[in-house]
């Protein structure tokens, strides 16, 4: 099926649910609102038009200065037609997005690292904890508020045989910058 025929049937079918419909690179972006995206998604997975059967992946931008911070985007694979389809939502960092686990199973643990990286609410997700950072762990690494180097240090203390946090303290020395260029009187 032609791209062009994907729009089409998209836009004839979803006219209503949808924000946008945007073609680069030859990939299909159909830009959602969030409380249409689980139905969309089950709709393209089951329909015998699109069948995308595969989820590739799940992912997050961070848009940090803008109203509606996050941009959640799910990469969807039609093996049958040999297309590849994207799904974008934007959302505020309070706004929750429904799971998809039991129309994929593997977004569970991409689910499970969208809230372990940027604290989005997965809502209806079956076990929804940290996945790639320590259970103790303050915040959200990915958010662009985040600080670069986090707000503790974990380390092995030798004298005291174990592992220990501390509150981080970077100190930054006083340096002098001469602004000249060295290039500028060489001649």
Do not use: C
């Amino acid at each position: 099926m032609l791209k062009i025929d994907y729009i089409f049937l998209i836009k004839k079918i979803l006219i209503n649910r949808l924000n946008s419909i945007t073609i680069l690179n030859e990939e299909i972006t159909l830009n959602v609102p969030v409380v249409n995206l689980k139905l969309i998604i089950n709709f393209l997975k089951r329909d015998e038009g699109f069948l995308f059967k595969i989820l590739i992946d799940i992912f997050v931008v961070d848009y940090f200065q803008s109203e509606n911070r996050f941009e959640v985007i799910y990469s969807l694979l039609s093996l049958k037609y040999d297309t590849r389809i994207k799904l974008k939502a934007r959302i505020d960092e309070f706004t929750p997005v429904f799971s998809i686990v039991n129309l994929y199973l593997n977004a569970n643990w991409l689910e499970r690292e969208i809230w372990d990286m940027h604290g989005i609410f997965i809502d209806e997700h079956p076990d929804l904890r940290r996945i790639l950072t320590d259970y103790g762990f303050e915040g959200y690494p990915l958010r662009k508020d985040f600080p670069v180097s986090g707000y503790t240090e974990s380390r092995y203390d030798d004298s005291q045989k174990r592992v220990i946090s501390e509150s981080l303290e970077l100190s930054q020395e006083l340096r002098i910058f001469n602004f000249n260029s060295p290039w500028k009187n060489a001649a």
